[in-house]
């Protein structure tokens, strides 16, 4: 009696779920606000990528758009997924992307599977932490690099990293350059 009042309990709220999650929607490209900032780490390039969801209602992200590491089994490290940052030397050469590269195997349906998705409410922030971005790209000796997003949730601002010998020299946080 309990197990069947547990499981008839349990139908209702996931019920009710669903019909939440249709008033809210899957995000578009273009949609949200993608914003990168940069952390200073005794030498180490780290960024702060803040995903804001500028609609006037709620949506939901996949989270395989959000996942920029995996635990890399053979090597005993994380390593990058996906090559969704653009990173530019100061001869507008593309550095070359050191990590691996995926196949994203998402649900498109919130219906579908529930569990792949994240809530992201109006006017509120994802953040997603990219710690040492010189392990995973190689751009040379530069005076400087430019840093962008170029990925499934849009794009984002520029952000300069000059540079002194290959080490971080400053920061700028451009929006056209």
């Not at 069947?4 to 019920?15: A, H």
């Not at 273009?30 to 780290?46: A, C, F, H, P, T």
């Not at 996906?82 to 691996?100: C, F, P, S, T, V």
Request: proline share 2%.
């Amino acid at each position: 009696m309990i197990k069947k009042l547990c499981v008839m309990l349990g139908s209702i709220i996931l019920g009710g779920l669903m019909i939440y999650a249709n008033n809210e929607y899957i995000f578009t490209r273009g949609e949200l606000d993608v914003r990168i900032s940069s952390i200073y780490d005794n030498d180490k390039i780290s960024l702060e990528i803040n995903i804001i969801n500028k609609n006037n209602k709620p949506c939901y992200i996949q989270k395989a758009y959000l996942n920029f590491f995996i635990f890399d089994k053979r090597m005993n490290r994380l390593t990058m997924i996906n090559n969704w940052l653009i990173i530019m030397d100061d001869q507008r050469k593309e550095a070359l992307y050191k990590g691996r590269y995926t196949n994203i195997i998402s649900s498109n349906s919130y219906e579908d599977d529930p569990f792949d998705f994240i809530f992201l409410d109006k006017n509120t922030t994802y953040k997603i932490l990219v710690s040492n971005v010189e392990d995973y790209y190689f751009w040379g000796n530069s005076k400087f690099i430019d840093i962008s997003y170029l990925g499934p949730l849009g794009e984002s601002n520029v952000l300069r990293v000059y540079l002194n010998h290959g080490r971080i020299k400053s920061l700028a946080d451009e929006k056209n350059l």
